[in-house]
C-alpha cells in the first residue's frame, strides 16, 4: 500500500507563492491518477486540481495560478501556487486513484493566506 505525505505548507502573504509536494512511499504507476483537493475551514472538500499519463485538469478558481506536476523518479507530486489569495486558505490533500479504482489520501498539510 501506498502512503502519501504531503509539505510545503504554511503561512504566506497574499500575493506570494508555496510549493506543495506529495510524496509517495512507493511507485506510483504513471496511470494512477493523482490530485490536490483542499478543504476550507466549515467547507466542503474540493477538487483542485488533477494530472493523469496524458492531462491536467483544474479548477476554474486556481487557472492560471496553480501548476500541478509529478516526477515520477521521486514518486512526487507538486502543485505550485503562485498569486496567493486568502481565499486559498485551506488544508490541502493529495489523493491517488488507481487504474483499478482504489483512491488513498494524504493527511492534509496546511496553507494560510494572510497579511
Known amino acids: 500500500q501506498v502512503q502519501l505525505v504531503e509539505s510545503g505548507g504554511g503561512l504566506v502573504q497574499p500575493g506570494g507563492s508555496l510549493r506543495l509536494s506529495c510524496a509517495a512511499s512507493g511507485t506510483i504507476s504513471r496511470v494512477d491518477a493523482m490530485d490536490w483537493y483542499r478543504q476550507a475551514l466549515g467547507k466542503q472538500r474540493e477538487l483542485v486540481a488533477s494530472?493523469?499519463?496524458?492531462?491536467?485538469h483544474y479548477a476554474d478558481f486556481v487557472k492560471g495560478r496553480f501548476t500541478i506536476s509529478r516526477d515520477s523518479a521521486k514518486n512526487t507530486v507538486y502543485l505550485q501556487m503562485n498569486s496567493l489569495q486568502s481565499e486559498d486558505t485551506a488544508v490541502y490533500y493529495c489523493?491517488?486513484?488507481?487504474?483499478?479504482?482504489?483512491?488513498?489520501w494524504g493527511q492534509g498539510t496546511p496553507v494560510t493566506v494572510s497579511s
Open positions: 494530472i493523469t499519463a496524458t492531462s491536467t
Open positions: 489523493r491517488r486513484t488507481t487504474i483499478g479504482g482504489l483512491t488513498y
